[in-house]
């Protein structure tokens, strides 16, 4: 006799939209850090929040768009605890650091504030870095948003290495580059790369002691 298909408890208790709106960012980024975008359903999603998927579709309108906000969300969420570690207002989080960064908060200290608080997120920095490669084909829907993103960054940083060299385009994107690259690297082997110190040595040779 065939077994039965595995049942999924569907949560009938009613969330506010707020927290079920939390609920399934965070569900969707466990499930895409596991098997990326492509390997992601709107059924795994609705399943692991015990909805179905008309009742996730209330929330996001489209696999497209729930990665989408996925992003944007995380994006927000990881601005406001490097305001609250830097002391510079978490209420306030701006759309982004046009002028560079926090007031009162120099180039080192942002990045050095960021590696900290990605150690204490690897499944999200894993996220990032799978949907980053894949987002490298035109195709994928989030293509323009990584694009977006860092450009932005890379302004950003640019903006505050102004004071440190004549090149500062040139400083900012070797920055991304070697927090990219160290933090792939750490995910491969938590165990024997300890990622802030690992950055606190690229630090200077990128800053200078």
């Known amino acids: 006799m065939a077994e039965a298909a595995p049942r999924y408890r569907r949560d009938r208790a009613r969330l506010p939209a707020a927290q079920r709106r939390r609920q399934i960012m965070e569900a969707t980024c466990e499930l895409i ?9 709107m059924q795994d999603v609705a399943d692991q929040c015990g909805l179905t998927v008309p009742g996730l579709l209330h929330y996001v309108d489209s696999k497209v768009g729930l990665l989408i906000a996925v992003l944007e969300h995380r994006d927000v969420e990881d601005a406001r605890s490097l305001r609250r570690e830097l002391g510079v207002g978490a209420d306030e989080v701006p759309d982004e650091w046009s002028d560079g960064g926090p007031k009162g908060v120099d180039l080192r200290q942002l990045c050095a504030a960021t590696v900290r608080r990605n150690k204490q997120q690897p499944e999200i920095v894993r996220l990032f870095a799978v949907l980053e490669i894949e987002s490298l084909s035109p ?5 323009d948003y990584f694009a977006a993103r860092q450009a932005r960054v890379v302004s950003s940083f640019a903006a505050l290495a102004r004071e440190l060299t004549d090149r500062p385009g040139v400083l900012a994107r070797q920055i991304v580059a070697m927090m990219d690259g160290l933090q792939v690297q750490w995910l491969r082997a938590p165990q024997t790369i300890d990622l802030v110190e690992e950055w606190e040595v690229a630090a200077e040779l990128l800053f200078g002691r």
Request: no cysteine; aromatic share 14%.
């Open 139 to 143: 195709s994928h829907p989030t293509h």
């Open 33 to 41: 850090a596991e098997r990326g975008f492509w390997g992601l359903s």
